[in-house]
């Protein structure tokens, strides 16, 4: 059953968080009651650290507060990724103290943005317009999501490094296709709906972008660029085929 954040536990949140105004506070929620979890972090009013592997029950979901004003409303990569690591892959909740302001993040959902995207994630509609946010709405985790929603394919994920500077144009994807059932398309070979395209965005052979071809007959690819870039169907005209560096085909799509 999908995570629900109700208005009960957003309060029930708000208050505990408010009880200390100057600490991150944290906690899981469990059939809709938070149970409050002591911060381990050694710097309390920037960071927080849980440890839920006492608890006799799992949770429906981790939740934790910001309480500064020069601290975002959205989750960090850090937390990302810390939410996608955990063996329980729970949705992690942040509430903000100063913004009164909420997110939630699922990492077995193809959502990114389960508060404010209410799209059919089987659509192809429900992928277009994100923000960029690294590790969470960027150009992989944009083509995994679709993998996710339209085809129920998992293909991995890997470890984006923290955030400073990144992505920075020399960075590379890690992903390895093959190991995730895909194989390579020989060069030459028309694409068809659903290939992944890695692609090197100042040309060469190492891919620094990824892309996924959602119309072969028009050449459409949905894929995002970068801060500043919204989600988009765009072309996968002569430009872009110039700078793919590899075309990726799932095993259980060769034959359609």
């Known amino acids: 059953m999908t995570f629900q954040l109700t208005e009960d536990i957003k309060k029930q949140i708000a208050i505990a968080a408010e009880e200390k105004p100057d600490e991150e506070v944290c906690g899981?929620?469990?059939?809709?009651?938070?149970?409050?979890?002591?911060?381990?972090?050694?710097?309390?009013?920037?960071?927080?650290?849980?440890?839920?592997?006492?608890?006799?029950?799992?949770?429906?979901?981790?939740?934790?507060?910001?309480?500064?004003?020069?601290?975002?409303?959205?989750?960090?990569?850090?937390?990302?990724?810390?939410?996608?690591?955990?063996?329980?892959?729970?949705?992690?909740?942040?509430?903000?103290t100063s913004f009164k302001e909420w997110d939630l993040y699922d990492p077995i959902s193809p959502n990114p943005f389960p508060l404010t995207n209410n799209k059919d994630f089987k659509k192809l509609d429900a992928y277009i317009g994100w923000r960029f946010l690294w590790g969470r709405s960027d150009c992989f985790a944009l083509v995994k999501s679709y993998f996710q929603g339209i085809l129920a394919i998992d293909i991995g994920d890997f470890r984006r490094p923290e955030f400073d500077g990144f992505p920075v144009p020399e960075w590379l994807v890690p992903w390895d296709a093959i190991a995730h059932g895909f194989c390579e398309i020989p060069r030459g070979t028309s694409v068809q709906k659903h290939d992944v395209i890695q692609i090197a965005l100042r040309g060469g052979k190492q891919p620094n972008h990824i892309a996924v071809i959602t119309n072969a007959e028009r050449m459409e690819m949905l894929h995002i660029l970068g801060f500043d870039y919204p989600s988009a169907i765009a072309t996968y005209g002569k430009e872009w085929q110039r700078r793919t560096t590899k075309i990726f085909r799932h095993q259980q799509l060769v034959d359609l």
């Open 28 to 96: 899981v929620i469990v059939n809709g009651k938070i149970i409050k979890l002591p911060n381990l972090h050694s710097d309390k009013a920037n960071h927080y650290q849980i440890d839920i592997s006492k608890l006799t029950t799992i949770p429906d979901a981790v939740y934790h507060s910001h309480c500064h004003d020069h601290q975002s409303s959205h989750f960090s990569i850090d937390d990302i990724e810390s939410c996608k690591s955990i063996p329980e892959k729970i949705p992690f909740v942040l509430y903000h």
